[in-house]
């Protein structure tokens, strides 16, 4: 398995849930890494990013509440979500932004937020 997101669940509004992701590859510190989801019936989306060296970004709807981290010893990329959100319900992906350094997306880890 070279991409494997876990840490999802079922939990209430508000609640936090943090998720990670174990990336296979050595290249892994020198790559752009993102956190995706796909709720039902809607397309994936980019949720947070990651540079090499740690700088973040964040799609509006998670601002404040998200936070994306790294530790490129441990080729890891990890979501912490807080003030979680019915519609932050969704499968989370973890993947390369660049699409040409994309690996399989695996199956992703089900954040179910209850109201």
């Known amino acids: 398995v070279r991409l494997q997101a ?13 998720l ?22 809607k397309e994936r989306e980019l949720v947070a990013t990651i540079t090499g060296i740690g700088s973040a970004n964040y799609i509006d709807s998670v601002k404040g509440r998200f936070s994306i981290s ?7 990329v990890d979501l912490q979500m807080g003030s979680l959100k019915p519609e932050d319900t969704a ?25």
């Not at 499968?91 to 109201?115: E, H």
């Open 70 to 76: 790294r530790d490129n010893a441990k080729n890891t």
């Open 20 to 41: 990670s992701c174990v990336v296979s590859g050595s290249s892994f510190r020198f790559t752009h890494m993102g956190w995706y989801r796909q709720a039902p019936g």
């Open 91 to 115: 499968v989370y992906y973890c993947n390369a932004v660049s699409a040409s350094k994309r690996l399989a997306w695996g199956q992703g880890t089900l954040v179910t937020v209850s109201s």
């Open 6 to 18: 876990s840490g999802g669940g079922l939990v209430q509004t508000g609640d936090s849930l943090r």
